[in-house]
């Protein structure tokens, strides 16, 4: 089986149906990141097979819960945020990120990918969040970033407007970091939080989506 077959049918394990042109833009990505990778440091991922399920496919775990208007919080090189725009064009995506060599390939990316509704910004959380046009902005803001449970509440819930969603894709033992984020979830206007966990398609690696929903406007 080749590689896009993978893919292919991995992600109808999870329930999502790739198009040839979804393949076809997915490759034209891999190929430009491996290729920017070589003079800017984006990613240790550098295999295609790694960098089709490390990154394609874990993106895709977070595609069935976001709709609307998406903020991607520390993006990185655009995951989950330009897999899930390739997948799901509908989607008004802007990519976040505090590293300027990233956004550049990012806005480098969506133009060779011929993407439309998508916006890169530069900066850090923290502070973009407070501006007008970003404050309580976004139906769903996702972020599959390092980081606590407590500093992801105060970077990534000011960007949703309520009864919008935070979505946190953790990998597994996250249970005791999500007790001690509680509180600061809450604090942040994070009401119900459920979780759905699962073993990306062919292969033994466990994801979580911790999905927090936004009560209020604080």
Excluded at 165 to 177: D, H, L, R, V
Aim: with cysteine.
């Amino acid at each position: 089986m080749n590689l896009k077959q993978k893919l292919k049918e991995s992600a109808l394990e999870l329930g999502i149906e790739l198009t040839q042109k979804n393949l076809d833009q997915l490759w034209v990505f891999k190929d430009f990141l491996k290729e920017y990778n070589e003079k800017v440091n984006l990613t240790a991922i550098k295999e295609d097979e790694d960098i089709v399920i490390k990154h394609f496919l874990d993106s895709l775990t977070v595609l069935p819960y976001v709709d609307g208007k998406v903020i991607d919080i520390g993006t990185g090189p655009g995951f989950p945020g330009i897999v899930l725009k390739i997948v799901k064009p509908c989607l008004d995506i802007t990519l976040l990120d505090a590293r300027g060599k990233k956004v550049k390939f990012l806005e480098e990316a969506a133009e060779l990918l011929n993407l439309e509704n998508i916006t890169c910004i530069h900066g850090r959380a923290e502070e973009i969040s407070s501006q007008k046009g970003f404050s309580q902005a976004f139906d769903c803001a996702v972020s599959r970033a390092v980081g606590s449970f407590e500093n992801l509440a105060k970077w990534c819930l000011p960007f949703v407007k309520e009864d919008g969603q935070f979505i946190a894709m953790k990998g597994p033992n996250y249970e005791e970091e999500l007790e001690e984020g509680k509180r600061a979830l809450r604090r942040h206007g994070g009401a119900e939080i459920s979780v759905q966990s699962l073993t990306l398609p062919q292969t033994n690696l466990a994801r979580n989506l911790i999905i927090i929903k936004k009560s209020r406007v604080l």
